[in-house]
């Protein structure tokens, strides 16, 4: 059974930081592209940040650059977003995804229609 399964959400001030962690079974990981997402109430779900099959490269949303850094372990199946210097404009349920075609493509891709694979995802909500 392929899944993907996000932790490290929570409830923190602005100015905090927080590690989410996905992890991934059931599929060959490195061949996977992996991105995260996230959907505040209200609104459309975003990209946040990704990362190509190999680590070797990676894309971040505007809104987050400088602040937020993804990371994957392909020995360990996981893929981590560490958040700092976080805003309450960062509230949002944060969301793992993978992209079956980020190694047949070599691509990062930022549109969450390319990823085919989605985990259940994670609360994080900053205080003022």
């Known amino acids: 059974q392929v899944q993907l399964v996000e932790s490290g959400g929570g409830l923190v001030q602005a100015g905090d930081s927080l590690r989410l962690s996905c992890a991934a079974s059931?599929?060959?990981?490195?061949?996977?592209?992996m991105g995260w997402f996230r959907q505040a109430p209200g609104k459309e779900r975003e990209f946040v940040a990704g990362?190509?099959?190999?680590?070797?490269?990676?894309s971040y949303a505007d809104s987050v650059k400088g602040r937020f850094t993804i990371s994957r372990d392909n020995a360990k199946n996981t893929v981590l977003l560490q958040m700092n210097s976080l805003k309450p404009e960062d509230t949002a349920v944060y969301y793992c995804?993978?992209?079956?075609?980020?190694?047949?493509?070599?691509?990062?891709?930022?549109?969450?229609?390319?990823?085919?694979?989605w985990g259940q995802g994670t609360q994080v909500s900053v205080s003022s």
């Open positions: 059931g599929l060959t990981f490195r061949r996977y592209a």
């Open positions: 995804a993978g992209d079956s075609g980020g190694s047949v493509y070599a691509r990062i891709s930022t549109r969450a229609a390319d990823f085919g694979l």
């Open positions: 990362i190509s099959w190999s680590g070797g490269g990676t």
